[in-house]
């Protein structure tokens, strides 16, 4: 069990944010913060700099500041950016993180989905499908992004998620959401089908080696992509 009193490397503003859960409507006014915390207006305006790069709360002209609902995503995406502008290759590094997670939470993830879950996961199969047959042919991205966080939507574990979520971010933003080879996309979704199945069959281990075969396609992917 983690002792009650901690010694946290953070800012005034984000002991007053984290010591303050029910603050979910307007904070005061930064003069009003600066009298209460003991600390400059000047410093205080830094330190929510911070926050707001870390997604912890927002500013709007006529509501104010606002706190914002806990993610881990922003700050990952923060310093994902930064080494991916500093070495595309990094992209690759933190794909394998991902997959490892995806791999390692699937058991978890799949046990906790409901039948509104697999409905919804269906319709993306289905929905996936019906953009590859088509004509013209369609990339089925935003169902790919979004079949693989409904999945795991239902952990409890902001880390977990935000770092999925930063994935399909950096994906996007090194732009293999375009990649459009069709044999490619076939197969990958014949795998989507086959966890999908399996999730919906409570086949959790059959569903377990699809994940695992289809992950090692991110590679391909990449490559072909270079």
């Not at 609902?69 to 950016?81: E, K």
């Not at 993180?97 to 269906?122: C, F, G, K, N």
């Not at 952990?155 to 971010?169: A, R």
């Not at 069709?182 to 399996?198: I, R």
């Amino acid at each position: 069990m983690l002792r009650e009193r901690t010694t946290l490397n953070i800012s005034e503003f984000l002991k007053y944010l984290a010591a303050h859960p029910e603050a979910e409507n307007n904070l005061p006014p930064l003069a009003e913060l600066s009298r209460e915390l003991g600390v400059g207006v000047a410093a205080l305006r830094e330190q929510l700099e911070v926050a707001r790069a870390l997604g912890l709360v927002e500013v709007k002209p006529r509501t104010g500041m606002r706190r914002k609902p806990y993610s881990f995503a922003p700050a990952v995406q923060q310093s994902l950016d930064y080494a991916i502008a500093m070495n595309k290759d990094h992209f690759l590094k933190f794909a394998d993180l991902r997959q490892h997670i995806e791999i390692a939470y699937w058991r978890e993830a799949v046990r906790s989905l409901t039948p509104e879950d697999h409905d919804a996961l269906q319709n993306l199969v289905a929905r996936a499908w019906e953009k590859l047959r088509g004509n013209p042919v369609e990339i089925p991205h935003p169902e790919h992004r979004e079949l693989h966080l409904t999945i795991y939507r239902r952990l409890e574990n902001p880390f977990v998620t935000g770092i999925l979520q930063s994935y399909w971010d950096a994906y996007e933003a090194v732009g293999l959401n375009f990649f459009t080879d069709y044999d490619y996309l076939t197969q990958v979704w014949n795998y989507h089908q086959q966890m999908v199945d399996s999730i919906c069959m409570n086949d959790v281990d059959a569903g377990y080696k699809a994940l695992s075969e289809h992950t090692d396609l991110i590679h391909q992917l990449i490559s072909s992509s270079k």
